[in-house]
Every structure is written in C-alpha cells, then in structure tokens.
C-alpha cells in the first residue's frame, strides 16, 4: 500500500509537471500535440507556530510546514485526434491533509475515461495526562489517566478509481469499472486479555484490568465490474458483473513491558503486570458483484424503475493471540499467581446480501404527481466458528459453534405531490418499514438479540415562493418505532427544518435555517432534544466590495439511565447482582458561532478577503457521582488574504490565519497557532 501510494504521488508530479515541459518547449504555449489548452498552477510555501498541544492542532487542521503544490488545472480541446478534449486537475500535493486529483478524457460518441485519487489524513490524540478538578472542599487538582478515553490514531484513507465508458453504438455502452479504497496507520486502544474458556475469576480480573495498546491496521477493497448499457425508446437498463475482495488486519501489542493498567482506581495494579501481549485478527473477504437497474416511461403519464443487487461475502475470519503476566486466582484477587495463555479463533464467514427495489411515478393531472417505492432487502451472516485455548500448558479448552445474523427489511414508500398553483408544492408521504432481525446460536433462536420492528415514518414537504424576493421550504417528519433494539434506540422521533430565504434585490441575500428534532425512549429515561438555528446575510455591492454576516445557535441535549449489575462500578458507586447500581448521565452543549467576512478590491490588480468564526461552547457531559469531564470551549479562527496580479507574470497572494482552541475544565488539549503562507498562481 505505501509503495501503491508514493508511486501515486510520483505520477501526480510527473502529469503535473509534463505538460508544463511540453507548453515550454512549444512556440506556442498554448498548444500541447493537437490541443489548445489552458490551465493555472498554484505554488506556495506555509509557515506555521504552534503553541500548547499540538496533537489537538494536527487533530483540527493538520496543515504542516512546508513546499506545496496547492493548485494545479488543465485543460485542452481539438478538432481531430483520439480525443476531443482532456482536463487534469490536482490540488494539496506536498503533505496537505486532503489531497487529490481528477483526469479525464473524452471523444464525443466514442468513449469517456475518468481517473480520480483522492486522500484523507485523520489524527486523534489528546492528553492522557490530565489533571483531574478538584472536588468540593479539596484545594488542588490531582493527576489522572481516567479523564480520556486512551483512544488514539493517526490513520490515512486512500481512494482511487478509473471509469472507462464505451460508445458501442447510440443504444449500446460498454461500461469498465475498478475501485481501490483503503485504510492504514496506527491506532492506540484499550483492551481486555479475554479468551475462550475463562474462569468467572478471570472474568473479575478483566474488569478490573484494561490495559493501553498499541494497533496497527490494515485494510483495503478492490471492485473490478464490466457491464453494459442499453437504451431503447422511452426506456435504459443497467447491468454490472464483477468481482470485490476485502481485506483486514489488525494486530496489537502491549507498549511497555511490564505493563500496568491504566485503571488507577484498581488497589492490585501493581500486583497484576502484563509482561508481553501479541494479538492478531484478520478478515479476508470476497464476493461476485451484479446490480442490475431499469427506467422507462411506457406512456407520458407513468414512469417506472426497479433494480437489484446482489453480494455473496464468504472468507476467513482469524483471532490469534499469546500473552502473559500476572493475575488474581481468587475473587478479592489477595492471591496472585503467573499465567500463561495461547488461543486461536477460525470463523468460516458467509455474508449473501440481497436488494430488490421497483418504484413508480403516476402523473394523476397535471398539478398532481403519486410516487410509489418497495424495497425488500435480506442480509444473512452464517458463521462456523472452533475455538481453540490453552491456558498454563495445562487446560486446553475447545469449542465449535454455528453462529447465524438474519436481517429482512420491508420498506414501502407512498409520496404525493401537489403544485396547485405556481410557486407553491407540497408533498407529503408516509413510510412504512418492517425489520426482521433473528439471531441464531447452535440452531437455538436468542431471543435477547432477535426483535421484530414496525416502523411508520409519515412526512410532509413544502416550497412556496409567493415572488422572487421570498421563499420558504421545509420538511416535517415523525417517526415512531413498535420497538427498540438498543438501549437508547429512540421509540418515537419528531423533528423538521424550515429555511427561509429574502433576496430584496440581487445585492442583499438573507437566509434562515431552523432545523427542530426530539427523541425518546421512555423505557430507559433517554432523551434527545436537538435545536439548531442559523442566520446569514450577505450583501455584495459590486465587484469592488462585498461582506457578510452570520450567527448560528445549536443546543443538544441528552439524557439517560444505565443499570450496572456486575463489573467494575463507576466511581462512588457499588453494584451487586443481588443490588444493582443505576446511573444517570446527561450531556448538554450549547454552541454559538459568529461569523463575518468581507472581499475588498480597491484596484483592478489588488484586493483583500477576510473572514473569521468565533465558537463559544457551554454545557457540561456528566454522570451521576462524578464530575464533570468536559464543559465550556472557545475556539475562533481568522483568515486574511491580500493578493496582487503582476501583468504576464501572475497573482501573488499572501494568507495569514490565526487561531486557538481553549477548553475550560481540562486544559490540557490547549492551542494556539499562527499560520503564514505565499501563494503564486500562473495562468498558462
């Protein structure tokens, strides 16, 4: 994959810098072989000071220091030739976090070929070494590893794919697919030592012992499909047949030996050492792909649609894992003695996937349109499983077992729409959706994890523009759920948006946006409640001057009960079987954010942009017994731009963004950043 990838660059480079060889050797600049193109390249170099965390800094913007080569475009056209024309685009070559490119080229009537790459960087790493507020009546803060969730990773998602589209004839196309995506970096996670066969005394050390880790992962997905396309009078139809493989791994390992929990609060942590720990899981997947779609119009007052898709999973499911330390052997873990474990888990997986869909459109008059969709969808995992544990050279446990996950949905959709008179629609609908979920261990139903769900999902949408200055729009739906099959699955879920929008003249535009939604599940106290409100104006006077403003106001809020029966308690609690312990926790955030920004072009060749949010957050995420973990925020950000075009030679532009992030009861993620860069851009 990293050869796959810097091999990529490398021919990014040379695409890029080829054309612009080739444009300089030519006595015309505007010509390349037999195309009249043109294009713009845009080069720079950035300079960055970061100050306090500068993980949180890589996690928010991740804009290095350094060469870039943040822009590149061209295109080209000709009369004769194998083409009759051909772009090629690229932008954040150098080390930018979102980099990524397109080319393509055509011929009219004969073949259209499209190549595009593109790459996100994600980064997550906060603080571990925190410290903890003070309780009440205690002067000084103490330091804790318990006030982060010990998750982080620094991963990169690459996506690639060509599309080549061939003209047979004017009814006939031939269609050429290949899709590459995957993931890779490192992850820092928790985990357990569990394994098949585990005494309920280990169960106890588990709970009371999670250890941090080390994860590389690995993953990736290559879909090959050929298929064609035919279109007949009134009608086309779809066909793809291809091939799909997935491929996964990931293998984790202690970071220190010996290693200690990072459960602070476990009185024997000192006692209970991991010495080493190797895990590995593997998952390699393939399937047959065909979808199939069709859409016609068999007279002028009836449309109608339909497809199918199908997938067929099958492969190896893998766990392997050695490790070693120290562990209680009685349940107040006064006793400690060495253990030495070795285990290997082997699923045989099979995944078919079956998706039918048909629809259709009714013109009832000619103010009255009725749309009318099913689908039917059935995803099953079959899964023959051995389990194979030897624990101190002594227990060798074994186990074979069928696992079985059938899913059936039934969703039929009914829409109306009314235009009755102009400026005005409205379409309301309903939805009904029947899932099926049945859950099979050793041929035996469990009916813990099997539900039946009966979902009915009405909505209503509006457009109305009484004249050109005003308009409004919204939806409005409600969805209720017979059941739930998580704890804070919501039972019934109301919610809509309105956006309106004033243009009293073709200078000023207003727009507001009001988005309402409300969830419950009664049986569990949970409680959602989202309320979401922006407001923008922009007014461009000409084109020497424009400004805008804006201010947007977002609550959420959510709450809910949790009963602990066994385990590890949260602190100031105490749990038993015999005497449960329930929680409460509620999170509550408020965000404001201000905006402004303002494009000023006092000379034909000189200009200044600007522009700035401001985000306050408050509220507090807490649980009951302990304090707060996160609260209050402040997080603004500015970007200036002065820019200047020098005749022939090209615009010289000059940004200079400034931010800082500021938590108010962990301080530790804190940041402050300037960040300078120089832009040239030519045009060619």
Not at 227 to 251: A, C, E
Request: proline letters at 5%.
């Amino acid at each position: 994959m990293r050869f796959f990838f810097h091999r990529s660059i490398l021919l990014g480079l040379c695409l890029v810098a080829l054309p612009t060889v080739l444009l300089a050797q030519s006595k015309d600049s505007s010509t390349l072989g037999p195309f009249d193109t043109q294009g713009s390249v845009t080069v720079g170099y950035r300079f960055t000071d970061i100050g306090g965390r500068k993980e949180k800094f890589k996690e928010l913007y991740n804009l290095e220091q350094g060469f870039r080569l943040m822009d590149f475009n061209l295109t080209g056209r000709a009369s004769t030739g194998i083409a009759d024309s051909f772009s090629f685009t690229a932008s954040g070559l150098g080390g930018d976090p979102f980099p990524g490119g397109q080319f393509t080229m055509r011929k009219t009537n004969r073949y259209d070929l499209r190549v595009n790459y593109r790459q996100s960087y994600y980064y997550w790493d906060r603080n571990d070494n925190v410290m903890v507020p003070p309780a009440p009546g205690v002067s000084s803060a103490v330091a804790s590893d318990l006030m982060t969730s010990n998750h982080d990773f620094a991963t990169v998602r690459r996506f690639g794919s060509a599309n080549l589209t061939v003209h047979a004839s004017k009814k006939v196309r031939l269609l050429f697919e290949y899709d590459r995506n995957g993931r890779s970096g490192v992850n820092f996670t928790t985990r357990t030592l569990d394994y098949f066969g585990s005494s309920s005394t280990w169960g106890s050390f588990l709970r009371a012992n999670p250890y941090y880790v080390e994860a590389p992962i690995h993953e990736s997905t290559n879909r090959f499909t050929g298929g064609i396309s035919y279109s007949p009078r009134n009608w086309s139809l779809h066909y793809r047949l291809g091939y799909q493989t997935f491929h996964q791994l990931m293998d984790w390992a202690n970071v220190e030996s010996p290693q200690l929990t990072f459960e602070t609060s476990n009185s024997a942590r000192n006692n209970e050492a991991l010495n080493s720990a190797q895990w590995t899981e593997t998952r390699e997947l393939k399937t047959p792909v065909s979808e199939f779609s069709v859409h016609g119009r068999p007279n002028r007052r009836v449309e109608l649609r339909g497809g199918y898709l199908f997938y067929r999973y099958k492969g190896p499911d893998t766990m392997q894992a050695i490790f070693d330390g120290n562990a209680r052997t009685n349940s107040s873990g006064s006793i400690v003695a060495p253990y030495h474990v070795d285990f290997q888990t082997q699923a045989d997986l099979k995944e078919p996937n079956h998706v039918a869909d048909a629809g259709a459109t009714f013109k009832v008059t000619g103010w009255w349109n009725l749309h009318t969709d099913y689908r039917y969808s059935r995803f099953t995992v079959d899964s023959l499983i051995d389990f194979h544990s030897l624990v101190n050279s002594t227990t060798d446990n074994q186990g074979e077992g069928t696992y079985q996950w059938k899913h059936t949905l039934h969703q039929g959709d009914i829409n109306f729409e009314f235009l009755p008179k102009r400026g005005l629609i409205l379409r309301p609908g309903i939805r009904f959706m029947r899932r099926d979920i049945n859950v099979f261990e050793d041929g035996v139903l469990d009916p813990v994890r099997s539900r039946l769900i009966n979902t009915a999902w009405p909505t209503l949408g509006a457009y109305y523009q009484p004249n050109r200055m005003f308009s409004v729009r919204g939806d409005f739906q409600s969805i209720t759920n017979g059941a739930s099959y998580t704890r804070i699955s919501a039972h019934t879920d109301v919610g809509g948006r309105v956006v309106f929008r004033f243009r009293p003249t073709d200078k000023i535009t207003v727009e507001d946006n009001l988005v309402l939604r409300n969830r419950k599940f009664l049986e569990t106290d949970f409680k959602n409640n989202i309320h979401i409100n922006s407001f923008n104006i922009a007014y461009d006077m000409n084109e020497h001057f424009g400004i805008f403003g804006g201010f947007s106001y977002d609550s959420w809020f959510a709450t809910a009960r949790v009963e602990f029966q066994r385990g590890t308690p949260p602190p100031q609690q105490t749990c038993s079987v015999a005497s449960p312990c329930i929680v409460t926790w509620h999170d509550q955030t408020i965000n404001r954010v201000w905006s402004a920004g303002l494009s000023v072009k006092p000379a034909k060749q000189m200009g200044f942009n600007f522009s700035g949010n401001f985000v306050r957050t408050t509220g507090a995420g807490e649980i009951s017994g302990e304090l707060p973990y996160y609260g209050p925020m402040t997080w603004p950000m500015a970007t200036g731009t002065l820019w200047y075009d020098f005749p022939k030679a090209g615009r010289l532009s000059i940004d200079l963004q400034r931010t800082y992030y500021l938590e108010e009861i962990i301080r530790g993620n804190d940041f402050n950043a300037s960040i300078l860069a120089i832009r040239w851009t030519r045009d060619f």
